[in-house]
């Protein structure tokens, strides 16, 4: 699963072939994964074998099926190698001199290449990628062997690249099983029958190698560290464009400092081993339109293990410095306090500040107000005080003249004595209404002056 559990796993391999029967074979191409068998018992031979597949989860086998596929590879290949030379082929060998010397006038007359036909075309047809011949039925079959001078004719198309191959091979069975391999399949294509080569047995036995090498160097970089690559190119074949690939890697610390130093492989995301790096380009060469490599890069157990002590050497010395500076920290920490304190008590200042300042700013204007009230009353009481002097003045004067009357009364009163008695009740008369307006004027500019005095206190 995606999530790295497995699902049903086999113990025993009678429960691998009763769940193979429902597993997909898939291959990896440049345009992404393809059903090898594209319907029941339709094979397409050009695609290389790279897993199966179970309800969309890849399927993993054990190496012992990779090893006996290799095994059934290898046992067909001299047998496809040595075709015309095997034992039961003596008498096909023996008869090619009398066939020869028949044939010549056949071959003369109707332009028939005997290399391309009968015995001689099926060995060069193994030694290729393969080929296709005639289907014959029963009767000639029948034929066929009685022919022993190949008076019938029976043409061979050898096959020398995958593209000749036809994509939609019917052959006898509806998937190959594990363990199994494309080496023992024969197929038929409309009216022609498919033959395997040797080339095409040995390009697949590589396959195989390359995928028991895989598996284990596989199994080496999760504990030593590794990189796998797995190179598919597209070469122009005589028919149409098809697909080789070639799998290899290497474990160990330099595997890995080389795949790292590719600016391409070192600079990706996946270079962490979380995913697989695909790369892909078109080489300048006539043969090959476009490669694609994918690589995947396992650090391994080792390393892993040396990045965590590298960690617990740099974190120790880290660890040591923070505890040596708690102290520290906590004080910072208590003078951080102690600002933001200080910062509080500066904003409760400043708002308590534009407070009274607006309130002493209201209080001198009053005060202000009532200095000017305070000089206005000065004023006026300086000017009562002022009046009031005058009017002493004035008292005083008269109160000095009367005692100058008084003293030039017997003197009147000899020579005038009718005269100076009636002017002096006149004078009396008429100070005593002034001292009693003066007396009056007195009291009024006292309580004046009182009442001014009180106001001021109030003020």
């Known amino acids: 699963e995606s999530a790295g559990s497995f699902k049903p796993y086999y113990t025993h391999s009678s429960e691998v072939d009763n769940a193979a029967n429902n597993w997909v074979l898939k291959s990896k191409t440049i345009d992404g994964d393809k059903n090898v068998f594209e319907s029941k018992n339709h094979l397409n031979p050009t695609l290389r074998i790279s897993h199966y597949e179970e309800n969309n989860y890849p399927v993993l086998i054990n190496q012992r099926y990779l090893e006996e596929s290799a095994k059934n590879v290898s046992s067909h290949l001299p047998f496809k190698k040595y075709w015309g030379a095997m034992p039961w082929r003596w008498g096909s060998l023996l008869m090619e001199v009398p066939r020869e010397i028949v044939g010549f006038p056949i071959e003369w007359g109707a332009g028939r290449n005997p290399r391309l036909q009968h015995y001689l075309g099926r060995v060069a047809m193994y030694k290729t990628e393969g080929g296709e011949t005639e289907h014959h039925g029963f009767f000639r079959k029948v034929a066929g062997a009685l022919d022993v001078l190949n008076f019938l004719p029976d043409p061979v198309t050898p096959y020398y690249d995958l593209s000749q191959f036809p994509a939609d091979l019917r052959v006898g069975q509806s998937t190959i099983m594990p363990g199994e391999s494309e080496a023992a399949l024969s197929g038929r294509y409309k009216d022609k029958d498919i033959h395997l080569g040797a080339r095409f047995l040995a390009r697949l036995l590589r396959y195989y190698q390359e995928d028991i090498n895989a598996a284990r160097l596989r199994t080496l970089a999760h504990f030593r560290g590794g990189v796998s690559e797995f190179v598919i190119s597209e070469m122009q074949g005589r028919r149409k464009p098809y697909e080789e690939s070639q799998k290899k890697g290497d474990v160990g610390e330099k595997a890995l400092v080389k795949a790292l130093s590719d600016k391409d492989l070192g600079l990706s995301p996946q270079a962490d081993g979380s995913g697989e790096i695909v790369l892909s380009g078109k080489p300048d060469d006539i043969w090959v339109n476009r490669v694609q490599k994918t690589v995947h890069i396992d650090a391994g157990a080792q390393e892993y293990q040396a990045d965590s002590r590298q960690a617990r050497d740099y974190v120790s010395p880290v660890e040591k410095e923070l505890s040596s500076n708690k102290s520290d920290l906590a004080a910072l920490k208590r003078k951080s306090l102690e600002i933001e304190r200080m910062r509080k008590t500066s904003e409760v200042l400043d708002s308590n500040s534009r407070i009274a300042s607006d309130s002493l700013g209201k209080d001198v204007y009053g005060r202000e107000i009532r200095v000017l009230s305070q000089k206005e009353v000065e004023d006026r009481l300086r000017a009562d005080r002022a009046r009031e002097q005058s009017l002493q003045k004035r008292i005083s004067w008269w109160q000095r003249y009367v005692r100058r009357l008084e003293k030039l009364e017997p003197a009147l009163q000899v020579s005038f004595p009718h005269t100076i008695s009636s002017l002096k009740d ?34």
């Open 426 to 459: 006149k004078i009396l008369s008429y100070a005593a209404k002034i001292m009693i307006f003066l007396g009056t004027l007195a009291t009024v500019a006292g309580a004046i002056f009182k009442r001014k005095k009180r106001r001021k206190n109030v003020l």
